[in-house]
Structure formats: C-alpha cells, structure tokens
C-alpha cells in the first residue's frame, strides 16, 4: 500500500477519534517521512518461492539469511523524525543523543535496528548508548518500514500457500503489532517493520504459542466500540489487539487502527499486559 493513502486513513481516524489528535500528532511526521522517502535506494530482493519456502520451512524469518543493503546517510530521512518523536517525550536524553552522535559518525549501521530473536534491535547498541529496550523498539519500528517493505516486495506473494505457523513475521521476524479477524474467520498477524501480514491461529497466544483456554483471555473497552478487542495471555503476559473486518469493515489498515486506539493499550497495559512494539504508554512510563 502507498504511504500517502496510510497517511489519509490516519486523518480520518483523527477525524474520528479527535481527542486523539494532539496526543496523537507526532505518529502523523513519521508516516510524512515514510511518504516522502524513495523506495528505490533499496533493490529488492529477488528470491523464488522455493528459496523463501526452504526457509520457512526451517522456521527462520527471510531476514536472517539476507540483508538489505543501505547506507546509514540514506536511512537518516526515516530515522530523524522517530528520534524527534522520542525526544519530545522527554526521557532519556542522554542516552538519546549518545546513539545519533554514534549514528553520525557511522558506528551505527542500519542492520543494528533489525528484528533479532527475542528482541527488537542489537543489544550492543542499546548497551553503548544506554537507551531501554523500548526506545530502541521504537526507532526500528518508527524507521525501517519503507525499506524492508521495498526489500520483501517481490517475495511477498510467496507466503501464500508457504509453511510458516510461527507468532513473528516470516521476511522480518518481528513481533506481531496488531491482529485483524478476516472475512472467513481467520487472523491475520500485521508486522510494522516490513508491513507483511500472516495468518496464525485464533486461540493461540502469538509471543509464546500457549493454547491452554485457561490463560487466553478477550478484554475490551468499557464504552465498548464494537469489533475491537485485546487478546491476552496469562502465561506470558502478552497482548495483542484486534479488529474484527466482518463487523468493521471500514476500518483503516493494522499500523493505522494500532497506532490509533491508545485506550485499549492503556487497558491491557493496566491489567499488567505487555507488547513487544511499544506503545506511547511505555514510552512515556519506566518500566
Ligand atoms: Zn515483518
Ligand atoms: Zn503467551
């Protein structure tokens, strides 16, 4: 999808949810520098559906074996506004300007913000800079998204048809950032840091796999807002939020409808709940 229809539906859901547009605001500069960026200082990668096939079948996501090529001057147009948005939340300045200073002088590649198993972006940088785990989610999640998009285009239709029964996405390996409920009944998992979307079954917890009914639990908003959900587990303590299409079909994509109801984040986040692509909540609060 084109980022300027990204940015439309975000304005609409503003229109919408207008007590949300100030708090809200700084989301709309970083899908402004997601629009503007080129797509074509990345050549996307070119693997058959049998190479990403062999992969998924091993159960790795395609990034672990091939990596964009990307110039660290060429990211800085994404990665600018993601530290601008961290900055007016005022925390961890300090740490902040320690991880552009190491940025400007090279010593920060690009890959430092990818996906890793268990965690997003390299431990080493978050241990030089001394940013949290959070602030360097966020970076990645705020930054990468055009260029892994443009990467995986071409592999994308393999997925369909392909073995892959895992809670991270298969080009990425990133964390699930929102669930849609389909047409036919199925969930869809959304990736925020390539775009890509799997199905993964519905009573299954996405972070660590648990299918016990005893810990899978469906919260929502008091003034409830039909069709919108959280699903939680209590052995891990992972959330996840969900919009079902067949009761709101005119609802904008997965990173619009995530990014755009922070009050269910405050409510899975108040019932103790955790997400690993972190929300303006634990941005704002110290773990
Ligand atoms: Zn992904
Ligand atoms: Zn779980």
């Given at each position: 999808?084109?980022?300027?229809?990204?940015?439309?539906?975000?304005n609409d859901l503003l229109e919408r949810?207008p007590?949300?547009?100030?708090?809200?605001?700084?989301?709309?500069?970083?899908?402004?520098?997601?629009?503007?960026?080129?797509?074509?200082?990345?050549?996307?990668?070119?693997?058959?559906?049998?190479?990403?096939?062999?992969?998924?079948?091993?159960?790795?996501?395609?990034?672990?074996?091939?990596?964009?090529?990307?110039?660290?001057?060429?990211?800085?147009?994404?990665?600018?506004?993601?530290?601008?948005?961290?900055?007016?939340?005022?925390?961890?300045?300090?740490?902040?300007?320690?991880?552009?200073?190491?940025?400007?002088?090279?010593?920060?590649?690009?890959?430092?913000?990818?996906?890793?198993?268990?965690?997003?972006?390299?431990?080493?940088?978050?241990?030089?800079?001394?940013?949290?785990?959070?602030?360097?989610?966020?970076?990645?999640?705020?930054?990468?998204?055009?260029?892994?998009?443009?990467?995986?285009?071409?592999?994308?239709?393999?997925?369909?048809?392909?073995?892959?029964?895992?809670?991270?996405?298969?080009?990425?390996?990133?964390?699930?950032?929102?669930?849609?409920?389909?047409?036919?009944?199925?969930?869809?998992?959304?990736?925020?840091?390539?775009?890509?979307?799997?199905?993964?079954?519905?009573?299954?917890?996405?972070?660590?796999?648990?299918?016990?009914?005893?810990?899978?639990?469906?919260?929502?908003?008091?003034?409830?807002?039909?069709?919108?959900?959280?699903?939680?587990?209590?052995?891990?303590?992972?959330?996840?939020?969900?919009?079902?299409?067949?009761?709101?079909?005119?609802?904008?994509?997965?990173?619009?409808?995530?990014?755009?109801?922070?009050?269910?984040?405050?409510?899975?986040?108040?019932?103790?709940?955790?997400?690993?692509?972190?929300?303006?909540?634990?941005?704002?609060?110290?773990?």
């Amino acid at each position: 999808m084109s980022y300027a229809r990204l940015r439309d539906e975000w304005n609409d859901l503003l229109e919408r949810r207008p007590t949300f547009r100030e708090p809200l605001a700084p989301y709309g500069k970083i899908l402004d520098a997601w629009a503007q960026w080129c797509g074509d200082r990345v050549a996307p990668l070119r693997w058959s559906a049998e190479d990403c096939r062999e992969r998924w079948r091993r159960g790795d996501p395609l990034l672990a074996a091939a990596v964009p090529s990307i110039r660290p001057e060429e990211m800085e147009d994404l990665l600018a506004p993601a530290i601008e948005f961290l900055v007016t939340i005022g925390r961890e300045e300090t740490a902040l300007a320690r991880f552009a200073e190491a940025w400007d002088r090279g010593d920060v590649s690009p890959a430092a913000l990818f996906p890793e198993k268990g965690r997003i972006g390299s431990a080493a940088v978050q241990e030089r800079s001394g940013l949290s785990q959070e602030f360097v989610a966020f970076l990645a999640h705020a930054s990468l998204r055009p260029i892994l998009e443009s990467y995986f285009a071409d592999c994308r239709p393999h997925l369909t048809d392909s073995p892959w029964n895992l809670g991270v996405c298969p080009f990425c390996g990133g964390p699930p950032g929102f669930a849609d409920l389909l047409e036919g009944g199925q969930r869809r998992l959304a990736c925020h840091l390539c775009g890509a979307g799997w199905t993964f079954p519905r009573l299954e917890c996405a972070y660590c796999g648990g299918r016990n009914a005893k810990d899978l639990a469906v919260l929502r908003a008091e003034e409830q807002e039909e069709g919108y959900s959280i699903s939680t587990c209590k052995a891990c303590n992972g959330y996840v939020k969900e919009v079902d299409r067949r009761l709101r079909w005119n609802a904008g994509s997965a990173l619009v409808e995530d990014w755009g109801s922070p009050h269910l984040d405050l409510i899975a986040h108040r019932a103790g709940y955790w997400r690993a692509i972190p929300t303006l909540i634990q941005l704002e609060e110290p773990a």
